[in-house]
Structures are given as structure tokens and as C-alpha cells.
């Protein structure tokens, strides 16, 4: 069958072919009882729309990216939180007869193949996801003038709108537990450095154990499981003493409490653990993982509903949501 055309809308609705790309390209020159004549016609028909033909006269893709600067083994691994985001920001953005342009930048290549797509018109809009302090990302696509949000705080001085979760307080709530709990030697296991996620949850320790007149005990990770096993090795040889730590994300927790059953270390009896998160898995440990829970699946919605306001001209503040401290067995 041969594909309706926009002339046999017309002639079905009995309108010019003006009219009826008026109405398929969303236009409010037109009456409501012309503007109803013409989806009757489109519905009988089974007429579907010429996108690159309609993104020729709106100006408009309907398509938004959807950046996330980590290599794939990063993206498709353990960690919860990309495909959370991903489907959270996904499902808003189809509810808003969005296409998502999913993009890995993991790589000088693939930061110059998504620059060059970005310039060349193909998306309305950015989101980007996962930036470290090197990324050039934000600025480049700053300068192209096309609406974008980061989801977290952007790690480079570049004015973009973001939202993110309140990493510093989580962190000082998640450290105050522990000293309500009469904890005295509190470690942590940061997050990467370059990550503002890493630096804003290292800094809600400190000043808490700040406030309490306790020295700080710090090792790094990378926000994976095995560089918490890693760094939980080191924080007991370096402090055999020590009687807590706060874990800047779930995953690094759970590597921690391998270690320390490895050690011979009873959790919480010997070293209580507080971790960052709260992906589903912190339910099923041994034993179950007191952490900070942040809002994704929130903060991904809310990202969306920031560029799709961008669009029609609305604010570009920043949005911050609260944490919340989940208390389990671990601590």
C-alpha cells in the first residue's frame, strides 16, 4: 500500500496541504473545528508524518541526547545507577513524545563524534551524565548554544543548569550516625576526586568528624566494588583500630564488607559500615547496609522537566533534593 501523503489528507478533510501541515507540525493558527477535520482525516488515513520533512519546518528533532562520559564496561556493569538513570530519564522523556539519543563518551573519539552530532543539529537538547574534572563536554557543548542539564553538579566553572542530590549533607548525616552510635575512629572510602559526587560526599565527612574534634582516615576508590575491597585492605593496615567507616557509594560498601569478613572483622561489632546509595542490593548483604539514600529515579525526572523548561524559555536554576539515611544492621 502506498504511503498517505499530505495531499490526500487534505482532500479527505477538505482543507489545503498548508492546513494540514499546520496542524501535524503542532501550529495554533488554525480553528479548533478545521484543526479536529484534519486529525479525523489523519486518523482514517493512517497518516504518519515526514520527520525530516516536519524537522525541516519546525526546526525541531524531537530528539535528545543523552550523554554519558564513561566507556561501555563502565556503563553496562554492576553499578546500578546508569541503567537507572537511563530508563528514569528515558520513560520522562517518551511521556513527552521525546526520542532518546543515547551516546558513550568514554574516549577522546567518541567526545569528538558526539561534539560533531551535537553541532550538526540532530538533538534539540543534552543531558549529560557521569562528568569528570577533564571532560570537555560542558563547555564544548555550552558554546553551541543548545539547551543542556547535567545531571550532578558540573566539575568544570561552566554555567550549566543541573540538578543533583544533596551529597555534602548525606555524607554528614551518614558520619553523625555513626557517632551517635559512640563510633570514635570513623574512616571513609572516597569516591574519585575528579567527580564532584567523590569531592562533596570526602568534604560531608570531614566536616562532620570536624565538628566532633576527630582526624580524618581516608582512602580512594573509584566507585567500584573491587577498589572498596582495595581500599578497605588499606584503611586496615594503616589503622588496625579503626571502629566505623563511611563508604562514599554502595557498591565500594560492599566490597568493604568482603574485606573486613576476609579479616576476621565482625560487622557492626567490631567496624560499623555506612554506605552511599541505597541500590537495591544494600538490602541483601551480609549483614544489610545502613547508607544515604539519594533520589535517582527522582533526580532523573527532574533533570528532564528542567531541559523540557529550557525549551519554552523557564528558569535554569539549579535544583538540589534531599537524602535520607537508611538505617540496617551494618550500622
Do not use: C
Not at 74 to 98: C, G, N, Q, Y
Not at 281 to 307: G, K
Amino acid at each position: 500500500m502506498k504511503r498517505p501523503t499530505l495531499e490526500a489528507v487534505a482532500a479527505r478533510a477538505g482543507v489545503s496541504r498548508a492546513t494540514v501541515s499546520r496542524v501535524v507540525n503542532g501550529q495554533m493558527t488554525v480553528t479548533p473545528q478545521i484543526r479536529d477535520a484534519v486529525m479525523r482525516a489523519v486518523d482514517e488515513l493512517g497518516y504518519v508524518p515526514n520527520s525530516a520533512a516536519r524537522s525541516l519546518v519546525t526546526q525541531r528533532t524531537d530528539s535528545i541526547a543523552l550523554v554519558v562520559s564513561e566507556p561501555p564496561t563502565r556503563v553496562f556493569s554492576e553499578d546500578p545507577m546508569f541503567s537507572t538513570v537511563i530508563r528514569s530519564a528515558s520513560v520522562e522523556l517518551e511521556a513527552a513524545d521525546k526520542q532518546v539519543v543515547l551516546m558513550l563518551g568514554g574516549s577522546a573519539q567518541s567526545h569528538a563524534r558526539i561534539e560533531r552530532y551535537i553541532a550538526s543539529g540532530h538533538v534539540d537538547g543534552v543531558m549529560l551524565i557521569s562528568m569528570h574534572g577533564a571532560d570537555p563536554l560542558p563547555s564544548a557543548v555550552a558554546r553551541m548554544g543548545v539547551p543542556v542539564v547535567s545531571y550532578g553538579r558540573p566539575p568544570v566553572p561552566v554555567p550549566l543548569p543541573y540538578v543533583d542530590n544533596d551529597n555534602v549533607g548525606g555524607a554528614e548525616k551518614a558520619v553523625r550516625h555513626l557517632l551517635d552510635g559512640g563510633r570514635r575512629r570513623i574512616a571513609t572510602i572516597a569516591g574519585p576526586q575528579d567527580m564532584i559526587g567523590g569531592q562533596d560526599r570526602l568534604k560531608g565527612y570531614r566536616d562532620a568528624l570536624r565538628e566532633s574534634d576527630r582526624r580524618s582516615i581516608v582512602a580512594v576508590g573509584d566507585f567500584t566494588r573491587e577498589s572498596g575491597a582495595v581500599a578497605m585492605r588499606h584503611l586496615l593496615q594503616d589503622d588496625p583500630d579503626l571502629d566505623a567507616v563511611f563508604v562514599a557509594n554502595d557498591l565500594m560498601a560492599i566490597g568493604a564488607l568482603q574485606t573486613l569478613r576476609q579479616a576476621g572483622r565482625r560487622v557492626p561489632d567490631d567496624v560499623a559500615v555506612v554506605g552511599f546509595d541505597d541500590i537495591e542490593a544494600a538490602r541483601y548483604t551480609e549483614p544489610p547496609l545502613t547508607t544515604i539514600r539519594q533520589p535517582v529515579i527522582e533526580q532523573a525526572a527532574a533533570m528532564v522537566r528542567l531541559l523540557l523548561g529550557l525549551f519554552k524559555g523557564g528558569p535554569a536554576d539549579p535544583v538540589i533534593l534531599p537524602t535520607e539515611l537508611v538505617v540496617r544492621e551494618s550500622a
